[in-house]
């Protein structure tokens, strides 16, 4: 019988084209005038901080990390977050979030932002960002402006624009 447990491994180069194709089945051609997008847009991911969930040979899920500045503060930009649409509601998403961000605090990283959901995400320790703190390049929901302190106190302070890392 083939085992088909869910594994996460490190995103790497070689994984790019197949999480194309599933950030492309997931969200459609709309997703790169997306503010979160334009952040990332020329940058490489962190692949110590990016998973990819597989069942099998057949990847079922990624989730990037990408450097950005916070106002004067580094920080990391979550996402995209894919699941694909055949395998949501199962805990693939929350398994690669938890991986990443645990990745990140082992590596130093204080601060992790995203552009989200907050009844999804702030059951893994997301924040609505405070009104006026941050400000994005682009057209964004507040309400979705979502920070995760891997530090305890990590955010306090913390303002500016959201740009990305030099």
């Keep these: 019988m083939t085992d088909l447990s869910l594994a996460l491994a490190n995103e790497s180069p070689a994984d790019l084209p197949i999480?194309?194709?599933?950030?492309?089945?997931?969200?459609?051609?709309?997703?790169?005038?997306r503010t979160a997008y334009r952040l990332?847009?020329?940058?490489?991911?962190?692949?110590?901080l990016s998973f990819v969930a597989r069942v099998g040979t057949l990847v079922v899920g990624a989730n990037r990390m990408t450097s950005i500045r916070l106002g004067a503060?580094?920080?990391?930009?979550?996402?995209?977050?894919?699941?694909?649409?055949?395998?949501?509601s199962r805990g693939i998403g929350r398994a690669l979030i938890e991986r990443s961000?645990?990745?990140?605090?082992?590596?130093?990283?204080?601060l992790v932002l995203l552009v989200g959901d907050e009844p999804y995400y702030g059951r893994m320790g997301f924040a609505r960002v405070p009104p006026?703190?941050?400000?994005?390049?682009?057209p964004v929901d507040p309400a979705r402006l979502?920070?995760?302190?891997?530090v305890e106190g990590a955010f306090a302070g913390v303002t500016g624009a959201v740009l990305p890392a030099l």
């Design 19 to 33: 999480v194309e194709k599933l950030a492309e089945r997931a969200f459609g051609p709309g997703r790169f005038a």
């Design 40 to 48: 990332r847009e020329g940058a490489a991911p962190d692949y110590d």
């Design 73 to 88: 503060a580094p920080g990391m930009l979550l996402g995209p977050l894919i699941v694909d649409p055949m395998f949501r």
């Design 101 to 110: 961000l645990a990745a990140a605090r082992a590596a130093g990283h204080r």
């Design 132 to 138: 006026g703190r941050l400000v994005m390049p682009g």
């Design 146 to 150: 979502l920070v995760c302190e891997l």
